[in-house]
Nanobody
Framework: QVQLVESGGGLVQAGGSLRLSCAAS????????MGWFRQAPGKERERVARITWSGTYTYYADSVKGRFTISRDNARNTVNLQMNSLKPEDTAVYYC????????????WGQGTQVTVSS
């Protein structure tokens, strides 16, 4: 499995921005589609964004569309999530995940990074 380490979380006021990064190691990064998920207390985990192995296609949850942007750099083995116009309801632990090409599920997960948006 690929190892994933997130960074960039923190506390921000509503309307502000944060940029999350995820560094991958241990496997060929371009063999994986990548995603960002989040889980708030008492809520189910939600897929926020996904990007294909080449970066050609992206997917966003309706709740973040137009505010968040996922990107990847296969040369640096990183995937990023730029979060703008943050809202208190974006508060959650954010996880980076990897889905091997051809696999049905995301099989590798990072440890998570806390994002807190104050009103």
């Amino acid at each position: 499995q690929v190892q994933l380490v997130e960074s960039g979380g923190g506390l921000v006021q509503a309307g502000g921005s944060l940029r999350l990064s995820c560094a991958a190691s241990g496997r060929t990064f371009s063999n994986y589609h990548m995603g960002w998920f989040r889980q708030a207390p008492g809520k189910e985990r939600e897929r926020v964004a996904r990007i294909t192995w080449s970066g050609t296609y992206t997917y966003y949850a309706d709740s973040v569309k137009g505010r968040f942007t996922i990107s990847r750099d296969n040369a640096r083995n990183t995937v990023n999530l730029q979060m703008n116009s943050l809202k208190p309801e974006d508060t959650a632990v954010y996880y980076c995940a990897a889905q091997e090409r051809g696999a049905a599920e995301f099989g590798s997960w990072g440890q998570g990074t806390q994002v807190t948006v104050s009103s």
